[in-house]
């Protein structure tokens, strides 16, 4: 079963401080990588994208991709209330001849004043 | 700005009932994605067109539940006889060629009493 990994949470941080949320995967040919927010009772929205080790960086968040260790995260600087949501991690799987996308479980951040 | 509809956001309708969702994909999007959403089972997917084909649908339950595409823009997807535990929130998505990255529709919150 090909599965990806996240903290639950809730992850609390106050604001202006860095949250850092976690995923990791077991699919070891899985090469793209997203990040989706949600806020409560609304729809995923994507928010970044990552397909190489390394860091990534838009804006206040920066996506980190390590395949070796089948690791990916998302930093999120100078958290804000507004940051406080659903972060699910999404991995590709090649299943079939085909391209699908697994997510997570999701973390819910809490951003505090 | 592109966006997925979703037709209806909201459902409510009795055990036995027909119930229809109905999606646009993002235009020049190929792929369509429909997904569950519940607490307890998070993001599930249901069924997978590209092209208007279905490439899979292992996903659903399939006495109970079908998926469509009678053209480019418009996904349909069926449930007869709805079922309580059928209670959850559907989003449609859609990709380009390869399917991602996806981006989601605002859903359709079906509750089957």
């Known amino acids: 079963q090909k599965e990806v990994e996240q903290n639950s949470g809730p992850l609390s941080v106050p604001e202006g401080a860095i949250a850092s949320l976690n995923c990791t995967y077991s699919?070891?040919?899985?090469?793209?990588f997203f990040w989706y927010r949600q806020y409560s009772g609304k729809s995923p929205e994507l928010i970044m994208s990552?397909?190489?080790?390394g860091d990534k960086e838009d804006g206040r968040f920066t996506a980190q991709l390590n395949k070796a260790s089948q690791y990916v995260s998302l930093l999120i600087r100078d958290s804000q209330p507004s940051d406080s949501a659903t972060y699910l991690c999404?991995?590709?799987?090649?299943?079939?001849?085909?391209?699908?996308?697994?997510f997570g479980a999701g973390t819910r951040l809490a951003v505090h004043p | 700005d592109a966006r997925v509809t979703q037709t209806p956001r909201h459902k409510v309708t009795e055990m036995g009932q027909e119930v229809t969702m109905r999606c646009q994909p993002i235009?020049?999007?190929?792929?369509v994605f429909w997904y569950r959403q519940t607490m307890m089972q998070g993001l599930e997917l249901l069924a997978y067109?590209?092209?208007?084909?279905?490439?899979?649908d292992s996903g659903m339950p399939k006495d109970r539940f079908s998926a469509e595409m009678p053209d480019a823009t418009l996904a349909t997807l069926k449930i007869q006889p709805s079922e309580p535990r059928d209670s959850a929130v559907y989003f449609c998505?859609?990709?380009?060629?390869?399917?991602?990255?996806?981006?989601f529709g605002d859903g359709t919150r079906l509750s089957i009493l």
């Open positions: 999404a991995v590709n799987s090649i299943s079939g001849g085909y391209n699908k996308l697994i």
């Open positions: 699919d070891r040919v899985s090469q793209s």
């Open positions: 067109f590209r092209n208007r084909a279905p490439l899979d």
């Open positions: 998505a859609s990709g380009p060629e390869g399917g991602q990255p996806q981006h």
């Open positions: 235009l020049g999007h190929n792929t």
């Open positions: 990552i397909y190489s080790n």
